[in-house]
């Protein structure tokens, strides 16, 4: 029995240690881990809004910011994890492999006539314009050659 203990306390002693390292060294990759162990406390029946809402209460952000993302919208220095709660999937998404950490979205959003570009840099992004749905036709056709 005292052998059984003395594990299970070392184990939680290793697993605490090593979930502090995550959140010293990359806080949003925690925040990612700790928002995926909160999703096997929901009940089936909450709807995907509510776990939206839910998962943007846990960031590390101000409630202005966070008013921000659940209201379907986004400031500069979001996270990608960020943009996904207040915006979800993007209709295309590219990775700059020469740069880590840079990435650009394409969302078309319902009523909106051209499309709308994000730019990430070092995982925050940094842009966001509308660009014609002309460019972005030309991409994904030269994409496909």
Not at 35 to 61: H, V
Not at 115 to 140: C, G, M, N, W
Request: net charge positive; proline share 3%; aromatic share 8%.
């Amino acid at each position: 029995m005292k052998r059984i203990l003395a594990l299970t306390c070392t184990f939680i002693f290793l697993a605490t240690g090593s979930l502090a390292v995550i959140k010293v060294k990359n806080p949003d990759a925690f925040y990612s881990l700790a928002i995926s162990f909160s999703a096997f406390e929901k009940n089936s029946e909450i709807g995907a809004e509510q776990q939206r809402l839910s998962k943007i209460r846990l960031l590390p952000i101000s409630d202005e910011k966070k008013e921000i993302l659940v209201s379907k919208t986004v400031f500069l220095g979001a996270s990608p994890n960020m943009v996904l709660l207040a915006l979800g999937k993007p209709m295309s998404e590219e990775r700059d492999a020469a740069q880590e950490g840079a990435q650009r979205w394409i969302y078309h959003f319902q009523d909106d006539s051209r499309p709308t570009e994000l730019r990430f840099e070092d995982y925050k992004l940094v842009s966001a314009r509308k660009i014609s749905s002309h460019t972005v036709q030309v991409e994904q056709h030269s994409a496909r050659r």
